[in-house]
């Protein structure tokens, strides 16, 4: 029986080793092993049990001598002995022995002049479908030459940590070693840490190479190829603003700028299904089809019909699918110099402009605050809106210090003259508590628009004193009332309190956070007055 080399790591007398096998090959195990069922569209459908979303109390990044002083220590990135991580690397690597092995042997990063080869060890043939489509796809010649792996990763979710002998928090633990070039997952069967976990890996090699790793969307102009970034976290429009009709889609989560320009690291995309509609989000809706593994989301059991809008196993339903799956997406995944950086915030407190330019300081003072807020009645006893600030929009995925991205984003946007824009897709004219609407997708729409096609260029700008921005006076296809904040609030008083109370709010977690951030960058963010 071929081994594909896996008793390099441990793991001997395997039932069955496969590799590279198709979508089709692997729903057919999947179907066989009674991982998941098909639904009516031909996707494969599984629930992921316990954990239905990433667990960040369960990461650890192996603490050597080599990285100590590049981490970031602290609640995101926990250290774990190389002697730990190793001994349940070895219990793992036992526990898939006797059992069917599935290997993908793929990519990460679409510019070949970064690619890195990544091997996944998957224990379940529907994770194995996950990753086959979610990294980059090496043609047959590719794979006939492939080589040695630069990263190995082996996944066991039916492998379950005992805490006290394994010195972790939990039956789960996600653990990288980079200079083992070696990534362990172990008891869970969220789909999501594997993704991931590739990522953090990239964010962290990549900045050896002079790439700026983000967390962000990115498209293109089909014919002039200039192209777009977009920051924002959960629920603030980045895969529906990137998913423009009229550019190509690169990705939609994660990618690299480099000297020549932006490249996806992935192959696919991972969107979330909760209340997913045709008519709001096609591409999304499309692309659930055979091929494609879903998550958590409720089918019935009959007509194998979703229901997009039952979140009772959790509202983080998922659905992972090839990039190709998007009608305008761009192959290989691979876009200019960016022109414009978008970031996207949801404010619920509706205070924000709705479209705001900043310079290099802000940018940076933005880019590393990373704000959006949750809504009210999430939580038991929550009355107003709660900010989120998660440093770099991305900040679970950010080994090193935040400093370090920063510091390159200020020199890309200086050496390229990219322009940057702060956008709110959140509440106007009173906050979400107060029961006010977000504002309309289609003049979002238009403003993001106008940021990249140069319409601000010659258009009047008002500077907002308390958020330190500036904000336009005009859009194309906007009216002029919609721009300005403070006009849509009825109550001045209430506006200025509110937008007071926010902006108090970026100051004390700049401060508590980035202590040592540079003067002209902190003074670049918000003033209460």
Same mark, same amino acid.
């Given at each position: ?30 179907? %066989?092993?009674? *991982?998941?069922? $098909?639904? /009516?569209? +031909?996707?494969?459908?599984? =629930?992921?049990?316990?954990?239905? !979303? ?82 980059? %796809?090496?043609? *047959?010649?590719? $794979?006939? /030459?492939? +080589?040695?792996?630069?990263? =190995?990763?082996?996944?066991?979710? !039916? ?371």
């Amino acid at each position: 029986m071929e081994t594909y080399g896996i008793e390099k790591m441990g793991i001997i007398g395997p039932k069955a080793v496969y590799r590279n096998l198709t979508p089709a090959q692997l729903v057919e195990a999947a179907l %066989r092993r009674g *991982e998941g069922t $098909l639904s /009516n569209t +031909g996707a494969l459908v599984v =629930t992921t049990g316990k954990y239905t !979303g990433r667990s960040p109390d369960d990461k650890f990044i192996v603490d050597t001598e080599g990285v100590h002083n590049e981490i970031a220590w602290g609640k995101v990135n926990r250290p774990i002995s190389r002697e730990k991580f190793n001994a349940i690397k070895g219990k793992v690597a036992a526990y898939l022995q006797g059992r069917e092995v599935f290997i993908f042997d793929g990519m990460a990063g679409a510019d070949s002049k970064y690619t890195k080869k990544f091997r996944i060890i998957n224990e379940l043939a529907s994770q194995n479908l996950f990753i086959h489509q979610l990294l980059i %796809r090496p043609n *047959e010649e590719q $794979l006939a /030459n492939y +080589g040695e792996p630069d990263y =190995t990763m082996l996944v066991a979710p !039916g492998f379950k940590c005992d805490p006290e002998v394994d010195g972790v928090h939990s039956e789960a633990a996600i653990m990288i070693d980079y200079e083992a070039h070696c990534i362990v997952i172990c008891g869970s069967q969220y789909a999501g840490e594997i993704k991931k976990s590739v990522f953090s890996t990239m964010n962290y090699v990549m900045t050896k190479e002079n790439v700026l790793p983000m967390h962000c969307s990115a498209n293109m102009d089909p014919e002039t190829h200039e192209t777009a970034v977009f920051f924002g976290l959960s629920g603030t429009g980045k895969t529906t603003l990137s998913a423009d009709p009229s550019r190509k889609l690169i990705g939609d989560d994660e990618h690299g700028w480099s000297p020549d320009g932006v490249f996806n690291f992935e192959g696919g995309c991972y969107a979330k299904c909760i209340n997913l509609s045709a008519e709001n989000e096609p591409d999304i809706y499309n692309a659930i089809r055979f091929g494609s593994l879903v998550e958590n989301v409720i089918m019935d059991p009959e007509t194998r019909e979703f229901d997009f809008n039952d979140g009772s196993l959790t509202e983080n339903t998922r659905v992972g699918y090839p990039v190709e799956y998007i009608n305008n997406s761009q192959i290989p995944g691979i876009g200019g110099i960016p022109k414009v950086v978008i970031f996207l915030t949801a404010d619920a407190f509706g205070v924000l402009p709705p479209i705001s330019r900043l310079d290099k300081n802000a940018a940076m003072y933005h880019f590393v605050t990373g704000f959006t807020s949750k809504l009210a009645g999430t939580e038991r006893g929550v009355t107003e809106p709660q900010p989120t600030f998660s440093t770099l929009f991305g900040e679970p995925f950010m080994p090193m210090d935040p400093s370090v991205y920063a510091g390159m984003l200020g020199d890309k946007l200086e050496k390229y003259g990219t322009k940057v824009y702060l956008v709110n897709t959140g509440w106007a004219g009173g906050s979400a508590a107060q029961g006010a609407k977000r504002m309309k997708l289609k003049y979002t729409r238009a403003m993001v628009t106008a940021a990249l096609n140069g319409s601000f260029d010659n258009i009047e700008f008002k500077h907002h004193d308390v958020f330190n921005v500036d904000y336009p006076t005009q859009c194309p296809n906007v009216p002029d009332e919609m721009l300005d904040a403070r006009g849509m609030w009825a109550d001045k008083a209430a506006y200025d309190e509110q937008a007071n109370k926010l902006a108090t709010m970026f100051s004390e977690n700049f401060a508590k956070k980035y202590p040592n951030m540079p003067k002209e960058i902190t003074e670049a963010g918000p003033k209460a007055k």
